[in-house]
């Protein structure tokens, strides 16, 4: 099954491990903009963080360790998110990194554009394909024969 999203706007979850917090606010203030045309979600304290920040409406999810990560991923497997930005620490253990990679894992399984830092959410988020729909592909479906 293969499921187009709307051109605009896009549905974006903004999430950040405590010691990537500061790199995400910094990046998300720069690209407030561009992120004002878009319906944003987070986890925990990133998400009140970014609210107060960007004064944008966010929509906010447990932290991650207490299942945001999760939450974000059900949006995933649901349909409901076009894009993934996690600025992730992979230099500080993570108490649920499992839940980490779960949610790594989901957005590439159903084909979400995900960035994990700075550079790679640049690159999404001037990207002019940000503008046009894009097809999610469902884990039921496979090209190979």
């Not at 903004?14 to 010691?19: C, Y």
């Not at 986890?43 to 966010?58: A, E, K, M, N």
């Not at 945001?68 to 949006?75: E, F, R, S, V």
């Not at 690159?123 to 894009?134: G, R």
């Amino acid at each position: 099954m293969t499921k187009t999203t709307a051109p605009e706007p896009k549905r974006i979850a903004l999430v950040a491990h405590d010691h990537r917090k500061g790199d995400l606010l910094e990046w998300a203030d720069y690209n407030r903009d561009i992120l004002a045309g878009h319906l944003l979600y987070a986890t925990g304290t990133s998400g009140r963080l970014l609210g107060d920040l960007l004064d944008l409406p966010v929509t906010c999810f447990q932290s991650g360790p207490l299942g945001g990560d999760q939450q974000i991923g059900a949006l995933i497997a649901s349909g409901r998110l076009d894009m993934l930005v996690f600025f992730w620490d992979p230099m500080s253990p993570q108490p649920h990194d499992s839940d980490v990679k779960a949610l790594v894992r989901i957005a590439v399984v159903w084909n979400i554009p995900i960035a994990c830092n700075r550079t790679s959410a640049d690159y999404l988020i001037t990207s002019p394909l940000l503008a046009k729909p894009h097809a999610a592909h469902s884990p039921l479906t496979s090209t190979l024969a």
